[in-house]
Structures are given as structure tokens and as C-alpha cells.
């Protein structure tokens, strides 16, 4: 479900996303009045760079909706109103630890981002609508050349749900944490030793374009390599990378059944997916048509959107990210009931999405969020707790 909810987010994306009911989920929980108004964040530099770090915690506030940043205190502040074109935002940085340091601020009851950089302040502007986050795939965009990543979370009064994400790129690496109220901590998001550097290396080994992932600065210093989904748009894959794939599935199932169990706690709902006329149709136990897909093109599958929709429903949405996992996976081919959760069976096929194959690989527990519905099966890089005591955000070397 956080999945969805992140793949709404990216849908919107593309040159002017608004920071809206970013990993909404949490905000959806019934409020027990558990957690305070806000959790300490602990943030730690064990990147090894000497570059100044700038911090950004910007959100929505969900006691009123209003969108808007909060200060190292965790306090709120609603951005002005913008124009357009876009009119710079107020200046919402936080000066982040120095190397080997660390620094504690507080997070309040957010559905939001907290945003790093370094060596440079991030450039945010805000329109009519709210405010527009960076879009690096667009090479005019202020912050193409800026070192930076960010993460998301909810905190509400059932909890806090802290991800590190790869959705939209894989950039400078930092890991998140949580300490439960019995003084233990879960963390996620660290890479192996030398895996970042490791992740551009195999990007630049694969052939079919995944090499132009990567974006530099002008002097050739390594900034990210951009999700498919943007690699699409950009133009460093081909329209027709994942065609054969999409084929061989289409062609499967007009004569074998797919069968979707969507729910882990309701094992009885299923639904049956077969291709007629070019249309995979879904129909429920009863026999009847519940929902349609036109076959999905490289686009759909890797942004989990367009022709693999997943509206917040209990029909189409959740066979959608069912579909979504097992295209970006690669797993339709080999396993007719979906969705298939086990890591050994992902990425096998040569036709797969190499980058969330890459990331995953070189993650110290296995977990990322590689693609909008990566937590379908649990897979995603998400700690959470009912009673946070702490939050921890950990930058980590680039190496």
C-alpha cells in the first residue's frame, strides 16, 4: 500500500511534481494520540566528504493540510503563494552535520520528504498550485548538477513510516532507522561495502542503453543514475526495452490462466487474468469481468502507471501492482500465480529492469525501493513503529 500511494506521487513527477499526501498511508491510520506532536531525527554524516550539508524537511502538515516546511525545531511554516512561472521559494535549508558528526532536529506530524544536498543549497520553486520539487531529468533544471537525495515519510498518531527510495533515481547513499520504545532499533538502506559505486559500474556493463542512466557534472563527477522511467523519457533507453518480455508474458497467458492473490491476509480472494483479443481480462471466483489491461509498453510498466493504473481501490489497484512487481521482476514468465514473493526468482529473465536488479543486489539486507510497487512482497526499504522514540537518517560514503 505505501507503494501505490509513492507510485501516485511519481506519476506526477515529470517537470513540476507537488509535494501533496506523499506515502498517504500513514496518514489513513485510525490516531491513538500515542506519538507527540514531534519525534526527534537524528541525522549522522558518515559520508566523508568535507562539503557543507544543507537539510530539508518539507511536507504537508496533517493536522490542517496545508503544504509547507518545518524548521530544526519542527516547527511548521506554510510556503507563500507562488506564480507563475514558478517564483523561488523561501529559503527552508537546515544546516545539516558536519563530516563525522551528527545533529538532531525534530520531525513533526508530516506526510513528506526530508531532502539533503551537498556542497550546495537545493533550488525549490512554488506556483499557483504548491511546491515543485526537483526534476533532474530535465537538463535545465537548477539542481542537475547538485549532489543530493532525499527520504520519505509519515508520521501521524499511529506511527512513523521512514523509506529511503530509489524510485525516481540512485544517487548519494544514507540509510533510515527507527528506535522502538523498547530502546531497540531497525534500520535499512545501507549499501554493502563499495556498492554504490558498484551499482554505476554494472549499469555501465549492461548493454541496451542502461549505461545513460548516469548523469555527471560537466567535470565528470558521478551525480545518479536516473530511474528507466526517466531513462525512458530522456531517451537513454529505447521506447522498445522491455517489448520481448511483454510479448512472450502476452502470448503465455492466452492459453495458461494468471492467477492473482493481491491479498496475504485474504488468500481466498483471487482473480484470473487471460489474454483474448489482445486484452488481459480478469475475472473473480464467481466468473465474472472485474477488470482490463491493454498490453502495458516499457513506460507503463516501469512508472507502474498509464496502461498498469493502480487506482486506491480493491480490484484493479492491487492486480495493477501485482502486474507491476512481476513485469519489473520478470517473474510473469516463470510463475503463473502472483505475485510472486520470493527474491531468489526476481530478475532472471535477460529481458528485466536491470536497475532495480543492480540496487537490489547491492544492498546490505536486499531491500530498496527500486520501483513504485517494490513492496509488493515486502521487499521495500520501510521501517516503521507505533511508538517511535527516534527517527535516524545516516548519510553514507560514496564509494
Request: some cysteine.
Amino acid at each position: 500500500m505505501l507503494g501505490r500511494l509513492r507510485h501516485q506521487l511519481l506519476a506526477t513527477a515529470a517537470t513540476a511534481t507537488l509535494l501533496g499526501g506523499l506515502l498517504a498511508l500513514g496518514a489513513a491510520q485510525p490516531a491513538s494520540g500515542a506519538v507527540p506532536a514531534t519525534i526527534p531525527l537524528k541525522l549522522t554524516n558518515n559520508s566523508g566528504r568535507a562539503d557543507a550539508v544543507y537539510v530539508y524537511n518539507l511536507g504537508t502538515n496533517l493536522a490542517t493540510g496545508q503544504q509547507g516546511w518545518a524548521d530544526a525545531n519542527g516547527a511548521f511554516h506554510a510556503w507563500p503563494a507562488g506564480g507563475n512561472p514558478p517564483t523561488p521559494a523561501p529559503d527552508a535549508s537546515i544546516p545539516g552535520p558536519a563530516a563525522g558528526q551528527s545533529k538532531t532536529i525534530r520531525m513533526p506530524k508530516f506526510s513528506g520528504r526530508v531532502y539533503f544536498s551537498y556542497g550546495q543549497k537545493l533550488d525549490f520553486r512554488l506556483t499557483t498550485g504548491g511546491l515543485v520539487q526537483p526534476a533532474v531529468q530535465n537538463p535545465s533544471d537548477p539542481n542537475r548538477n547538485i549532489l543530493f537525495n532525499w527520504s520519505e515519510y509519515t508520521l501521524n498518531d499511529s506511527g512513523l513510516w521512514l523509506n529511503s527510495t530509489q524510485v525516481d533515481m540512485f544517487s548519494a547513499p544514507y540509510a533510515v532507522g527507527v528506535q522502538r520504545s523498547d530502546g531497540t532499533t531497525i534500520n535499512t538502506g545501507h549499501l554493502k561495502s563499495g556498492g554504490y559505486n558498484a551499482v554505476f559500474n554494472r549499469l555501465r556493463a549492461q548493454s541496451g542503453g542502461w549505461a545513460g542512466l548516469i548523469q555527471t557534472r560537466p567535470d565528470g563527477t558521478v551525480l545518479r543514475a536516473l530511474s528507466p522511467a526517466y531513462g525512458l523519457e530522456t531517451g537513454a533507453l529505447p521506447a522498445s526495452v522491455l517489448d520481448d518480455y511483454i510479448n512472450r508474458v502476452w502470448q503465455k497467458y492466452a492459453t495458461t490462466t494468471l492467477t492473482v492473490t493481491p491479498f496475504t491476509d485474504q488468500p481466498n480472494t483471487k482473480y484470473f487474468g487471460r489474454v483474448s483479443g489482445g486484452v488481459m481480462n480478469f475475472t473473480n471466483s464467481a466468473g465474472a469481468t472485474v477488470t482490463s489491461f491493454q498490453k502495458p509498453d516499457a513506460s507503463s510498466v516501469f512508472g507502474c502507471h498509464k496502461l498498469l493504473d493502480a487506482p486506491n481501490d480493491q480490484v484493479r489497484g492491487p492486480i495493477s501492482r501485482t502486474l507491476c512487481a512481476g513485469f519489473n521482476r520478470s517473474t510473469l514468465l516463470t510463475n503463473p500465480n502472483q505475485p510472486d514473493t520470493s527474491s531468489a526468482s526476481f530478475y532472471q529473465d535477460a529481458i528485466t529492469n536491470h536497475y532495480a536488479r543492480v540496487i537490489h543486489d547491492r544492498m546490505a539486507d536486499g531491500k530498496a525501493y527500486a520501483f513504485a510497487f517494490d513492496d509488493v512482497g515486502n521487499h521495500e526499504s520501510l521501517v516503521h513503529d507505533g511508538d517511535p522514540q527516534q527517527a535516524y537518517l545516516t548519510l553514507d560514503p560514496l564509494n
